[in-house]
């Protein structure tokens, strides 16, 4: 295993618990947004994951150039309307976590 190049390659993973009677319209919520924050500056991709066992969880996985494309992402407009709609749905705070990769196979 060896240590990657300098690439600021930023992965972003958020887990969010959602109440159950609220899952469909997340998913609406997500099919309608995932367009839009893909074609964002510095966004590579984004995959929604569900939980096997617990259905109304959900975490989202996305990839960005760098920090900096994500905070930027963070301050605009878009996401604080989509936020604060997704926001109202959630059953438990969401957890999340930014990660760089420091070792590849």
């Known amino acids: 295993m060896t240590a990657p190049d300098s690439i600021p390659v930023l992965y972003r993973i958020v887990r969010m618990t959602f109440q159950p009677e609220h899952v469909d319209a997340f998913l609406q919520l997500f ?3 995932r367009p839009r924050i893909e074609a964002v500056s ?4 984004v995959a929604l994951l569900r939980d096997a066992d ?3 969880v959900f975490t989202t ?3 960005w150039d760098s920090d900096a494309a994500l905070q930027a992402y963070r301050s605009s407009d878009f ?3 989509t936020w604060s709609r997704t926001r109202a749905l959630f059953l ?3 957890v999340a976590h930014s990660y760089h ?3 590849t196979a």
Do not use: I, T
């Open 31 to 33: 099919e309608n947004a």
């Open 42 to 45: 510095g966004c590579r991709s």
């Open 54 to 56: 617990r259905p109304n």
């Open 61 to 63: 996985f996305s990839v």
């Open 79 to 81: 996401f604080r309307s």
């Open 92 to 94: 438990e705070k969401p």
């Open 101 to 103: 990769v420091e070792v």
